[in-house]
């Protein structure tokens, strides 16, 4: 794919299109929805299969976790958390680049959010489906989950309303609802575009259903956006209190390592980070795939470079926060603790974190870096390595080492462990790989709304921008 | 249209006319005309929104923000409500020493019911109150014109329901202000009624259906399954019931008896039993009278001694006769005695009228009893030496 290139001048004052030829509108729609409309060819399938099998892998860990319990763990008091909770906020974190992308970004009118927003959104759909798993998994007997919902039962005593547990339940699921609307309410004009196109039956029906009905109408249209901002705006705050509450789980108690007044920014911080991570690994595929490479053009990659350096630094704000206050709180259990997760057993998960999370991304100062496909590639897999490790040393190291030196205890994880680990990377890639092949994966009306010309010129009293 | 006409035996009525339009300028410009004209009943249909549509239109700004926010606002404050009522009136509970109701840790929850009741209630209200949908027969549907207007064309609609509304006329003022393919759009009459087959009796045999199967799996679930199996909840193990037998020892026994000699904590064998002599000669108080040890002994002689003995030790019982009086305990046969006697007396009783309170209270606990009924005797015949 030859990247359409500006030449060796760059015009500062000029800013780059959002979508690169200037293809026609009609030409939009036919790109992205070919991936809907022709049958899916080899590469799809063989990528179908292997996120299969590592669903399938997590199937059968699972299985084994649910009839003989979480003793096929490594889990074993004090490190009661250990993968499940690690994975938990993995996924999660993942998660809120997509709301970020689509609804902060929407706020702050960055209009080059459209050629990616569609895909972020489903990733944070699918992200907190994996997420929302593992603490039904973690409980080994995920039926009793039941008793984390204020319902009234014969015993009478309701939920304990002070618990950070009961609003990470809470939060989560109001997060899944209201992305799922977000992007729902996104989908719609595209649905009925695609009802409008599609020839087959069965696929008209399907896509009637799912439209509503939409008819392009512009009183709707109207009432439409209007909606589209307030729901940006409600799930701008929604994000940062989502990661704030899982920070909450952790904050709340008095474990030394959790118990600090900078987790809630530094979780929402590290989130945004590894979202941003894996949308560019997913996205740099899918643009490969597809050949959408004028729609989402080098300067998308370029700008989520840049946010991921911002958020980077962030991150490593917070690395430094950590130990200094250990430092200078004085308490020795806290300054331990920081020890012996520099030189501890897992010192060498907490490096490669360091140097994952700290130092490559720094790399993002070059131009020429940000520009580069591959290397962007691969560092968006480290960021994807760096923060899972993130959570694993956060979980892992203030367990191991509590307060009670008698019950110390080294957690060594098993291959049911990693077995579930695997198993969520099956069902995120699996429900990406077809929702690339049954939904647009870019929002049309969105990006035919950006393409030059597209609106009239300027006038007196236009009610948008 | 053309098939619309083929296939209509039914009544067909005129929806209104349309007209596409290549550039966004040129529907803008057309809606500015057909605004012109007083035409009230029309509309246009964009791909995407097209920026001063709605200034041309003339349309009143959306107010669906008063939806979230008076939604959104209910949502905290029922959660507030509810908060308050689980934990302060239908089950108080005191949790972490906090007051019953202690809203700074509800603050989390009542914006996340801010947040999911004013999404949800925007979103159901945009789809089913402002835009009328679902709606799959409106008269615009399967046309090319929405074909088109859904692609990358600009379509307007002028409806028939305006009152200046003249077929000719319409279609002739679209096509001067430049629209491609003008026509007319009509629908059956049935179409009028098509919403209303949610009553349809298959729709409802369908919804009976799946409540029967959905309560059958539920009913199965919490009955049946729950008790197979690895889901069984613990409430099969592999431990011995009472009643039952042991395959594990060779004599059916699951307990098994303490090795011979095995002393319990705490419970040091006492030799001198029903020996009255013997617990006066050899028994010797162990501990000291610390001053621990002195409350320790007073707690327990007024907890199990004093009902009958009195609080001095006087035999001033509190029971008014209904159990033996004991005597004084300052009488100078029992002031001399040794303190073997009272451990054994404590112990095991006395010739059937004194019970024994080697259950009730343990070794060490007699002992500090003992030292305190001696300070009781000695602060009732105080000499010099003592008072000191």
């Known amino acids: ?465 | 249209m053309s098939e619309m006409k083929k296939t209509s035996q039914a009544v067909r009525r005129l929806y209104g006319v349309t007209a596409l339009f290549d550039r966004p300028e040129r529907l803008l410009h057309a809606v500015g005309e057909v605004v012109k004209q007083g035409i009230k009943s029309y509309d246009a249909y964009t791909p995407y929104p097209v920026h001063g549509l709605d200034t041309k239109m003339k349309l009143k700004r959306s107010m669906i923000g008063a939806v979230t926010l008076v939604v959104g606002l209910t949502g905290a404050s029922l959660l507030l409500l509810f908060t308050w009522w689980t934990n302060s009136i239908d089950y108080p509970l005191v949790i972490g020493g906090k007051p019953l109701f202690s809203w700074p840790s509800y603050v989390p929850l009542m914006f996340e019911m801010t947040v999911l009741f004013g999404a949800v209630s925007t979103v159901t209200a945009l789809l089913v109150i402002w835009l009328n949908l679902p709606r799959n027969s409106h008269p615009l549907h399967d046309t090319d014109f929405m074909k088109k207007v859904s692609n990358d064309r600009f379509g307007i609609c002028i409806e028939a329901t305006d009152p200046q509304f003249d077929e000719r006329s319409v279609k002739a003022l679209l096509e001067k202000l430049g629209g491609a393919s003008v026509e007319a759009v009509y629908y059956e009459e049935r179409e009028l009624t098509l919403r209303e087959t949610i009553l349809d009796p298959k729709f409802i045999g369908a919804i009976v259906v799946v409540a029967v199967l959905t309560s059958g799996a539920a009913y199965f679930g919490f009955n049946k399954m729950n008790l197979i199996r690895p889901w069984n909840s613990l409430t099969v193990q592999d431990k011995v019931l009472p009643e039952t037998q042991s395959a594990f020892y060779a004599d059916g026994f699951a307990m098994r008896p303490p090795v011979k000699g095995t002393v319990a904590r705490g419970q040091m064998p006492y030799r001198y039993a029903s020996d009255i002599p013997g617990a006066e000669k050899y028994m010797k108080n162990p501990i000291l009278p610390t001053k621990h040890v002195m409350e320790l002994g007073q707690r327990d002689f007024n907890t199990y001694c004093s009902p009958c003995h009195g609080y001095f030790a006087d035999g001033q019982s509190r029971l008014q006769g209904q159990f033996p009086v004991p005597p004084s305990l300052h009488i100078d046969s029992l002031v001399t005695a040794p303190d073997g006697l009272y451990y054994e007396v404590i112990t095991n009783g006395y010739q059937g009228v004194m019970p024994s309170y080697e259950r009730q209270i343990p070794r060490d606990e007699r002992w500090a009893i003992i030292w305190y009924i001696r300070a009781l005797q000695k602060a009732q015949s105080p000499e010099v030496a003592n008072v000191k």
């Not at chain 1, 008095?254 to 600090?260: A, F, M, N």
């Not at chain 1, 099956?426 to 609106?455: C, D, N, Q, W, Y």
């Open chain 1, 1 to 465: 794919m030859s990247e359409v290139s500006y030449g060796e001048v760059i015009d500062y004052t000029k800013a780059p299109p959002l979508v690169q030829g200037n293809p026609s509108l009609a030409t939009i729609d036919d790109s992205i929805a070919r991936p809907m409309e022709k049958l899916p060819n080899k590469k799809f399938f063989m990528a179908l299969s292997i996120t299969l099998t590592m669903l399938l892998i997590g199937a059968v860990a699972l299985a084994y976790t649910f009839y003989y319990g979480i003793g096929m763990w490594g889990n074993n008091i004090p490190v009661g958390w250990a993968f499940d909770i690690t994975n938990f906020v993995f996924w999660i974190g993942i998660g809120h680049a997509g709301t970020l992308i689509s609804a902060v970004l929407f706020l702050f009118r960055q209009r080059w959010r459209t050629a990616i927003a569609r895909f972020a959104e489903a990733m944070t759909i699918f992200a907190v489906m994996c997420a929302g798993l593992f603490p039904l998994i973690h409980l080994g007997r995920p039926w009793y989950a039941a008793f984390i919902f204020p319902v009234p039962t014969q015993h009478g005593v309701w939920i304990n309303w002070n618990s950070p547990l009961v609003w990470d339940v809470f939060a989560v699921s109001t997060y899944f609802t209201v992305s799922l609307m977000f992007w729902y309410i996104g989908l719609i004009p595209d649905l009925a575009t695609m009802r409008d196109r599609t020839t087959n039956k069965f696929k008209k029906m399907i896509y009637s259903v799912l439209s509503l009905g939409w008819r392009f109408s512009n009183k709707h249209w109207q009432h439409y956006e209007k909606v589209y901002v307030i729901l940006a705006g409600l799930a701008t705050p929604l994000v940062l209190s989502v990661h704030s509450i899982v920070s909450f789980d952790f904050a709340v108690s008095i474990l030394p390592g959790w118990h600090t007044t900078i987790f809630p920014p530094y979780f929402v911080a590290g989130a945004i980070f590894s979202g941003f991570g894996m949308v560019m690994t997913v996205l740099i595929l899918v643009r490969k795939i597809f050949n959408l490479e004028y729609i989402i053009t080098m300067d998308h990659l370029d700008k989520m470079a840049k946010v991921t350096l911002l958020v980077s630094m962030m991150v490593s704000y917070a690395y430094l926060m950590e130990p200094f206050i250990a430092w200078y709180s004085g308490d020795p259990v806290d300054w331990y603790l920081v020890l012996m997760r520099a030189t501890g057993h897992y010192a060498v998960g907490f490096w490669v974190m360091v140097a994952c999370n700290v130092f490559i991304p720094q790399l993002f100062w070059f131009r020429k870096v940000r520009r580069n496909v591959v290397v962007l590639f691969i560092i968006s897999l480290l960021i994807n390595v760096g923060m899972w490790l993130e959570r694993y040393i956060i979980i892992v190291t203030s367990l191991y080492r509590d307060f009670l030196p008698s019950s110390w205890h080294i957690y060594v994880p098993t291959i049911t462990d990693f077995g579930i680990l695997i198993g969520s990377f099956g069902l995120f890639f699996t429900l990406v790989l077809l929702f690339s092949r049954a939904l647009p994966v870019i929002a049309m009306s969105e990006v035919k709304g950006v393409t030059e010309g597209a609106h009239p010129s300027h006038q007196i009293g236009a009610e948008h921008e």
